[in-house]
């Protein structure tokens, strides 16, 4: 997600002003919790807009303006940024909380939590074991299967669910041609984060994003209709796209590769197979897509374990015993 997100702020301060509004009542529950607890947890599909509701929270509790929350002395943002989170960077972190701040109460808002490995985690731990009583962890994850069970187990958690998401999607979408929603909620599955990237890219003509969404959409039909010639267009595909995450990961303007195509390609693989489950008119043996899901899961666990990707891409196509 950009680190700005005008376009989600925009529509939260719309959403949260309407009483009784879903994405209000949670953001709520969200502020009352943090109240009572020194670590809140916001569960959230990939590319969600967590990150920016905790901001909103945090400001609301130092009773300052939204848009100043950034100069507060402490406050303290930790966006992803798609990247891991190093030992050294979680141990760096977590050390400067340990001294007191001037007006007895600090914020955190930590993105993507979950890219910390274990021994991060284990640091972190060790925060949550023994809170500093003047600092509030706002923690947003995709992934919260993987996280610490002890990790988890010492935290509040909130769920942002897709109702929520697609809420926000709505609102970020209000004042566009009907065309044009229509096909900004689809190409981004309604996901704000998604759709703010997109929104800029289309702005700005950065890079070709949407090419990507398509390409990673044929792919995953390839997979679910499992014809041969289709796995083999599927296997170059994934292929492809992890070269294409390589050269991001060289190139020096990283503002405009917020995106991973090997986790889009996951994000949009799972909504097709959800779709295959229920659907009349693919014509495929249930077993062949529960097998295809379960090695999916294997697939993305792979990633995050920074495993050798295109080796978990050929047995994920060709079969192997996830």
């Not at 640091?123 to 023994?130: C, D, G, P, R």
């Not at 897709?162 to 970020?172: D, N």
């Not at 796209?241 to 991973?260: F, V």
Request: hydrophobic share 40%; aromatic share 6%.
């Amino acid at each position: 997600m950009l680190e700005n997100s005008p376009r989600i702020r925009a529509a939260l301060r719309t959403l949260l002003s309407e009483s009784g509004h879903p994405v209000n009542e949670v953001y709520r529950t969200l502020c009352r919790l943090a109240t009572v607890h020194h670590a809140i947890l916001l569960e959230e599909p990939a590319y969600g807009f967590g990150r920016v509701l905790a901001e909103f929270a945090a400001a609301e509790i130092f009773g300052i303006p939204e848009t100043t929350l950034h100069r507060h002395q402490d406050f303290t943002l930790l966006p992803s940024n798609g990247r891991p989170i190093s030992v050294e960077t979680a141990r760096q972190t977590l050390d400067r909380f340990g001294i007191g701040s001037a007006e007895g109460r600090r914020i955190v808002v930590w993105e993507d939590i979950d890219r910390m490995n274990t021994q991060g985690l284990n640091i972190f731990l060790k925060t949550l074991e023994e809170p500093e009583s003047a600092t509030l962890f706002l923690l947003t994850t995709a992934n919260p299967e993987s996280l610490l069970p002890t990790v988890v187990s010492r935290v509040l958690s909130v769920t942002l669910e897709e109702h929520l998401q697609k809420a926000v999607a709505r609102e970020m979408l209000r004042n566009l041609r009907p065309e044009e929603q229509e096909g900004f909620a689809h190409v981004s599955l309604h996901r704000p984060g998604l759709l703010e990237i997109l929104l800029e890219e289309q702005g700005n003509k950065k890079t070709p994003l949407t090419d990507i969404l398509h390409h990673c959409s044929q792919i995953a039909t390839d997979l679910v209709l499992g014809k041969p010639e289709g796995l083999l267009r599927a296997y170059k595909g994934i292929l492809e796209l992890k070269e294409l995450e390589t050269a991001r990961k060289k190139s020096t303007h990283t503002d405009e590769y917020l995106w991973k195509p090997m986790e889009l390609f996951c994000l949009i693989m799972e909504g097709t197979l959800e779709k295959a489950l229920i659907s009349t008119t693919i014509e495929v043996y249930p077993t062949h897509i529960s097998r295809l899901a379960t090695r999916l899961l294997q697939f993305k666990k792979d990633m995050q374990q920074s495993m050798n990707t295109k080796l978990s891409a050929l047995d994920f196509i060709f079969g192997a015993t996830a």
